[in-house]
């Protein structure tokens, strides 16, 4: 799997890119993008999850997403996802996650919900 984060260009939110193969294996890359940010190496309004390149994830990196998920919001910023390929929404549906983060098909429009809650914080 590749990981890949960078701040946006147009919002002040940080885009993580998610390529290849989410499994436990590969699920300690995002534990460690989520340790710096619970560190207090965060200089953004938010999360925004591409997942457009994600071919797989399994149940233990989807738990790693919703810890992630759950410190954003819990410190104050939110965790939106966009780009969902339909191999990873059928595992968010079978574990009842897909109506728990909030979902966007393409960049813009996450970006543009985004940018109230960046404009407010």
Do not use: I
């Not at 710096?36 to 233990?60: E, M, P, Y």
């Amino acid at each position: 799997m590749n990981l890949s984060h960078a701040l946006s260009a147009t919002a002040p939110v940080t885009v993580l890119r998610l390529e290849g193969r989410l499994d436990w294996a590969a699920a300690s890359q995002v534990e460690q993008f989520a340790d710096r940010r619970r560190q207090g190496h965060v200089d953004d309004a938010g999360l925004l999850l591409d997942l457009r390149a994600l071919d797989f994830c399994d149940s233990l990196a989807l738990g790693v997403l919703v810890s992630l998920a759950q410190y954003e919001r819990q410190a104050g910023r939110e965790l939106v996802v966009f780009g969902l390929r339909p191999p990873v929404r059928r595992v968010l549906e079978m574990v009842r996650l897909h109506d728990w983060f909030l979902l966007f098909d393409d960049c813009e429009p996450a970006l543009r919900w985004l940018a109230p809650v960046s404009a407010g914080a």
